[in-house]
Every structure is written in C-alpha cells, then in structure tokens.
C-alpha cells in the first residue's frame, strides 16, 4: 500500500464520475486548508501563563473586534487598535470556542499589524478572542465576546460621492460586492465643519445606493460619514471615514467681455473671445465651458480652470453657458446666445441658390468647386423667431445637393435663411466638436410660396410742400406681412375730390421717401402707398390728403426782405440826429478839466486861436449869473503884460511845419454844444492889444493848462486897474467880468445843472 497513492479504474463510466467528484472534494478540502492562516494550539494551560500578568489597560491594546461576512461564515478577521505604553509592539491573537465535550483554540503569535485575518472558526460556537501586546513587561490585552450570528459586518461604502443643490445634499454611494446584496438601507449622519455633535437622528435612506439631507446651510462646510442599517446578514455596520463636504456655489459667474471678430485667415470662421469672472474663487475648483449649435446637432463641454476662453467657431448661431465647479456642487450657469452673422456677403454674391420643390424638397446650389476640398457638409435653415433645423451630409461629385424627407414641412409665405457649412473632417460627417470644426461658405433666403403683402406702408406724411412739387416719407411693411420678396413700392396719387386720372409711381424697396413733382398749385392731392412682391401687389395704405401751396414762398420771403431794407434805411439816416440829441438829453455834459473848452491841450504856441475862442464864447443856455476874475497875488508884473499877449497868438510849435495849422483837442462837449453857443458872444478881451508872441522868451512849464501860459507869459508893465467888463445877454441883470490882479489860476464855469448860491460864480483865483 505505500508508495501506491490514489489509483482509479477509468474504465467504468459510473465509477469514473464518481471518482472525478471525490477527486474535486478533496481538491477543495486543500485548498481551504491553505487559505487559512495556520495558528498553534492553545489548549494546554501553560500557553496562557506566560500570559497573567496582562492587564485590561485603558493606554493599552483596545477596540478588539472580530467579523465575518455573510457568504463566508466560516472565516474571520479580527482587528484591534494600538495601545501607548511602548513603543515596540507586538502582538498575540488567541481565538477560543469551548463546547461541552471539547475546547477549540487557536493561538496567532508574533503578530505586527493591526488585524489579522482568515481565521477559521465553527458557526455554531460563540467566540472568545483575545489579544496581547507584547509578553513581557508593560503588558497588555484585550477581549471579544459573541456568537457567530452576531459577527456577519457589511463593510462601510467603498466610494461615495456628493452634489449640493439647494440647500440639500445628494448621496451616492457603492458598496462592495460582497455585502451590495444584502444591504438595502443606509443613514447619513453630518454636522458642520468643526461642531463637535452629529445631527440626531441620523438620516434613512430609501434605497441602498441615494439619500438625499435636506434644510442645509449652503455657504457651511459639512463632515459626513455613512454606515449600512443592520439586518440579519449585516449585523454590524461600522461608520464610514468622514467625508468633507464643501459648500454650495449659489453664485453664477458674470460675462465681463465677449468679442465676436473675424478670422482673416479663414474664411467663414469667427474668433469668439470671452473673459469672466466668478463671486466666490476660493470655492470653486474649475469651470465648465459648454458650447452647442442652436439647431441642436451637437455640443461640446470644455474643462478650464481659467475664467477665459477663444473658440474658432463658424457663422452658425450658438448657445454657451459657464458654469463654477467643486467637488460637491456647480453653480448656476451664466447662459449667452451667440446670434447668426448675418452681415455676410453671400446673397449679393449669390454664392447660394435655393430651389423648391416640394414643403417637404429642395435643392442646394453652390457656386465654388468645394468637393475639391471637402465632402462633409451640413446645411441649416430656419424660419426668423424659430428653432434652425439642420441636415448633414456627404458629396463629393457635384456641386449641389437635393435634400428630401425634411424634418419639418415649409410653410408657405414664410422667409427662410439658410446656410451651408464646410467641414474639414472626412472620417464622419456629422460634428464631433463644435471648436474649430467647420466654416460658413454662405447664407441666403428662401420662400416655399410667396404671396403678396398684407399690410400696407405706414406713418405716410409729406414736407417740403411748394407750388408743384412735395416729398413723401413712409415707414416699410413688417416682415412677416411682406409674405415674399419685397420688389418695391407703388404710389397712387390723384386730385382729391376731383376728376382727374389716378396716376402711379413705382419706387425701388430700398427708398422710404419720394418726390412729387408736376403738381398743380393751391390743390388737394390724396396720396395711397402699396407694396408689391413676385406675386403681385398688396393692399393700399390709408389714403393721406396734402395741399401745395398757392403763393410762392420765393414772394414772401422777397417782401420780407424788402421790409427789412426800408426799416434798417430809416434808422441809418435819422438815427445819428435822435443819437445826438439824446445824448444831450440823457447824458448832460458834465465839466472836465481836460475836456473844457478853458483847459484845451495845447499842442503848439496857439495863443491868438485861444483869445479868438474866448472872445467868441456865448453862454445861451447856461445858468452861470457871474463871471469873475479873483485877484490874487501876481505871478508876472501887469507892466510886462503888453508884452507877453502877442506870444498867445503868434507862437508856433518848433517841429511844426509852417503850413501846419494849430491843432486843439474837441470834446464830446464842443459837439454836443456847438449849435446852441451864440455867435454873437461879447468879446471879453477886445481892449488887449493882439502882438506877435514868437520872440517870446518864456518858456511854458505846462502844455495843459491856457491860463498858466498866460500868466507866465504876462509882463509885469500891465497896469493893475486895467478891467474889461461887459454884460452877459443870458441874464437881464449885469453880469460883471472883473479881471482883478493878473494872477489866474484857471477859468470857471456853470453848465445847466442846477448849482447852490455859493457856486453862482466861476472864478479865476
């Protein structure tokens, strides 16, 4: 028999399948002993003895538990945490499970981790576990106690994941595989970050994978753990790590700039430039970009943790939004809609034609060879205030494509844009991503049917009104009344009220004004404005009534001008004389030494011009009573006064010519009185002999004054009683003029202002 081994008779069928199945029974039973970990016996009583002296310590070994899972009873893990009273540590694990006839036991020594695994065990039997740090001193342990039933453990989730909307918080989460089928609840417990109590009681969920927190703090930060709920298979069911929850954004980020320019390197491609900025940037961890086509064929979400971005994108129009993101939550988004350029050139080009067949048919004609560069295409159209439709694809034979089986049938009398879009890839034809994926090559419009307008011009009026000519101003018919291609307007316009033919002017759809001309003047016209399509005219607007005018506006404005000369002519000529004489009136002349008729400037040796105009003064007007000379000392000898009275009239300046007359400064005064002085004024000075003054040897030390030359002038040989005197013909009485000693001062005078009684005479001091 040794040496022998297995040995089986393969010959026989039956006993062949039975030998088979003994053999894989015994293979398992192997390899079940091998999984195990092998541990030595400790039935004999000198195991533990070594052992007494180990104490339940609260520094020391503690938290010994030991679970199984609910497929595998029959195997164990047991785990502990460290205790603080050494520094090397190891451990030994001894399990136990004592029946009536006999006592299992199974000792793991020398052990360095926190755990230990795989240990084998009988269902049937409570457990009694314990663990030992270290053998010598400083020794400590800790104890397990339970029966089998009692130590199946679900796990806790092994991924979970969180999203804040709301003020609530959405849970997801995974568990393993070998607990996920007999888990069928779970309770989350939170609290803020850094409060030392967990909200009470803990929140159910009503499924094994979501749960949803409500009634949150949105700007809190939140630390969850979550643990199954117990039942039969999981009978225990340990907290999960605390997870961090950041907190809500409930801010949404703010376009700051948007550009939209062309890309002069590529033709149908626009540069879309946006910069943003986001209230809350330490919360947020990046942003998502997403950018769709409004026709809805695709759309693209692009991840960047800059508040910028630059898309190449085509003529199309777009959606975009922005939106911040952290690991629980994502804002709300900041929405823009990139419109459809329609400021391209390509239906004055006409680089696209459209012709219809059917609502549900049409076909696309492109001027340009492209199928030499591309053959993926897509075509949009889309009726204005609606959703466009689109249609991708593939050609590369023609330069046309029929389009059939529409999504959605053309309405007649309505105006269609459509566009056609080249795309660079040719391995699929419809867009994978909207950045930098296709160009524009042109846009044009379409009807299915056209009609004529419905509607009629509006806001007719008229200005410029003459004799036989007005300008006619209207505002255009609304789009979706136009009901086709607008070709113009026709202008209906007769006599109103009156018997003539109706005439009619044909004006091109661009203008909104026009000139009557050939009018009748002084006459009515009733004005009527329609506007016409391929299809036909449409309705006439309102009729509006305007009258030419009967006079010219060439005559008033003649006779206006006309009134006007005469008007400014009469002013001219009796203005200088009502000037003057209001001058008198108004402003009356008031004396001034350097514009008397006493003080002249002297420009040169006037003498005899001076004694000529004092012997010529006439006071008609004045309301002077006296005219005195009051002596004074003498200042030249009256002797020397024959003498010295010629240089008054003879002498000249010495830069004069002698063709030069004597050259007395006016004033105001001389004007404004030069008709009321008499000329028959009493001459004052007739008694002094006139002599020639240019072999004068006085030099004058004042060129303003006539008096103080006069005296300077005087020789001292006048006798002192020489007077002249003669009545004033101003007043009844006798005026006297005395000339006293020859020492004059200067001449005074009264004008017509009223004076008091002390000032009744002018002096000569």
């Not at 930060?221 to 605390?242: A, F, G, L, M, R």
């Not at 400021?343 to 006409?350: A, L, M, N, Q, T």
């Not at 009344?481 to 661009?510: A, C, H």
């Amino acid at each position: 028999m040794v040496g022998r081994g297995f040995q089986f008779d393969l010959s026989d069928s039956c006993a062949s399948h039975s030998h088979l199945l003994i053999l894989g029974l015994i293979l398992v039973y192997y390899t079940t002993l091998a999984s195990y970990v092998q541990g030595v016996s400790c039935k004999s009583k000198n195991f533990f003895s070594k052992y007494q002296h180990c104490t339940l310590h609260p520094d020391g070994v503690h938290d010994l538990n030991c679970y199984g899972k609910p497929k595998n009873l029959g195997m164990i893990t047991c785990m502990w945490r460290p205790g603080n009273l050494t520094s090397e540590k190891t451990y030994t694990l001894a399990i136990q499970q004592p029946d009536k006839k006999n006592k299992y036991c199974k000792a793991y020594t020398n052990i360095r981790e926190l755990s230990q695994g795989k240990i084998p065990v009988f269902e049937v039997y409570n457990i009694v576990a314990e663990v030992f740090e270290n053998s010598e001193s400083n020794c400590t342990k800790a104890v397990f106690k339970d029966s089998p039933k009692h130590l199946l453990l679900c796990s806790p989730p092994y991924h979970a994941s969180f999203s804040r909307h709301s003020g609530k918080l959405d849970v997801d989460v995974r568990w393993q595989q070998e607990d996920a089928e007999f888990i069928k609840y779970y309770s989350v417990r939170y609290k803020a970050l850094g409060s030392l109590s967990w909200n009470e009681p803990p929140m159910q969920s009503h499924n094994g994978v979501r749960c949803t927190v409500e009634n949150l703090n949105s700007s809190l930060v939140y630390t969850v753990q979550i643990q199954c709920v117990t039942n039969e298979k999981c009978s225990q069911c340990p907290w999960s790590q605390h997870y961090t929850v950041s907190p809500e954004l409930t801010a949404q980020p703010v376009i700051v700039n948007l550009q939209d320019t062309d890309i002069a390197e590529k033709k149908g491609r626009r540069l879309l430039s946006l910069n943003w900025t986001f209230p809350a940037k330490e919360l947020h961890d990046h942003y998502y970009v997403t950018i769709g086509k409004a026709s809805g064929e695709a759309s693209q979400r692009i991840k960047t943790s800059r508040s910028e971005i630059r898309l190449s994108l085509s003529y199309s129009a777009y959606h975009l939004s922005i939106s911040a993101v952290n690991n629980v939550s994502t804002s709300p988004a900041v929405s823009k809609t990139i419109p459809q350029r329609e400021d391209i050139p390509s239906v004055v080009d006409e680089k696209l034609n459209i012709t219809v067949h059917s609502n549900t048919s049409f076909t696309v004609y492109w001027k340009d060879d492209l199928i030499k560069t591309y053959v993926c295409y897509s075509v949009e159209w889309r009726e204005k205030g609606h959703k466009a439709v689109h249609k991708p694809f593939y050609q590369d034979a023609v330069n046309q494509r029929t389009l059939s089986h529409l999504p959605e049938p053309l309405e007649p009398y309505k105006r269609y844009s459509i566009s056609l879009h080249t795309r660079p890839n040719k391995e699929t034809c419809d867009m994978k991503y909207i950045n930098n994926s296709e160009s524009t090559y042109g846009t044009t419009q379409f009807y299915f049917i056209e009609g004529s307008p419905i509607s009629a011009p509006i806001n007719i009026s008229s200005y410029n009104v003459t004799l036989s000519s007005a300008v006619l101003q209207w505002s255009s018919i609304l789009e979706e009344d136009v009901r086709g291609f607008l070709l113009g307007y026709i202008i209906y316009y007769t006599e109103y009220k009156g018997t003539s033919t109706e005439r009619n002017i044909t004006v091109d759809p661009e203008f909104d004004t026009y000139k009557l001309e050939n009018l009748k003047k002084g006459t009515a016209y009733q004005v009527q404005i329609s506007g016409f399509t391929q299809a036909g005219a449409g309705v006439r607007s309102t009729p509006m009534v305007f009258v030419t005018n009967h006079q010219g506006y060439f005559d008033l404005s003649l006779s206006g001008v006309i009134i006007i000369f005469v008007v400014v002519s009469a002013l001219l000529i009796v203005g200088s004389v009502i000037t003057k004489r209001a001058k008198v009136i108004l402003w009356p002349s008031i004396p001034n030494p350097g514009n008397s008729d006493a003080m002249q400037k002297i420009e040169g040796p006037c003498g005899v011009e001076l004694l000529e105009s004092i012997n010529t003064l006439k006071v008609e007007e004045w309301d002077t009573n006296s005219l005195q000379i009051i002596e004074k000392e003498p200042v030249v000898p009256p002797s020397m006064l024959p003498s010295v009275l010629p240089l008054l009239h003879n002498l000249d300046d010495e830069e004069d010519s002698p063709e030069t007359n004597c050259n007395w400064t006016h004033t105001d005064t001389e004007d404004a009185t030069e008709d009321i002085l008499s000329d028959d004024a009493t001459d004052t000075f007739s008694n002094i002999k006139q002599t020639n003054f240019q072999s004068s040897p006085f030099p004058f030390s004042s060129e303003y004054t006539t008096m103080e030359m006069f005296q300077q002038a005087m020789p001292q040989s006048i006798p002192e009683t020489t007077a002249i005197t003669q009545a004033m013909e101003s007043d009844p009485e006798d005026t006297p003029l005395t000339v006293g000693k020859p020492g004059l001062d200067y001449i005074g005078q009264f004008g017509t202002s009223p004076v008091s009684d002390s000032e009744e005479m002018a002096t000569i001091l």
